[in-house]
Nanobody, 115 residues
């Protein structure tokens, strides 16, 4: 079983920065995708950014140039540096790990950006 524990998040003013981190533990196949999704009230959960174990990244268009995803394969951690935050970035952010047919989620962490 895999567990994902998130940290970071909180309240920040527009234009500010936050850093989210996620640590994975358990039986983790070395080839996997780690990433962040978010869900705002009344909206579907959406991909924010994803990174492969080889370091390939993808970003939602809405965060390109502002957010940076990184990972440490030795520690099984993934981080999301969020800069130039906007009120529309407010959501619950979920850490995600996909390994073969298995998908795991963190408990979520709230990010609120005030205008």
């Amino acid at each position: 079983q895999v567990q994902l524990v998130e940290s970071g998040g909180g309240l920040v003013q527009a234009g500010g920065s936050l850093r989210l981190s996620c640590a994975a533990s358990g039986s983790i196949f070395r080839l996997n995708l780690m990433g962040w999704f978010r869900q705002a009230p009344g909206k579907q959960r959406e991909l924010v950014a994803r990174i492969s174990s080889g370091g390939n990244t993808i970003y939602a268009d809405s965060v390109k140039g502002r957010f940076t995803i990184s990972r440490d394969n030795a520690k099984n951690t993934v981080s999301l540096q969020m800069n130039s935050l906007k009120p529309e970035d407010s959501a619950v952010y979920y850490c995600n790990l996909a390994s073969g047919p298995d998908i795991y989620w963190g408990q979520g962490t709230q990010v609120t950006v005030s205008s």
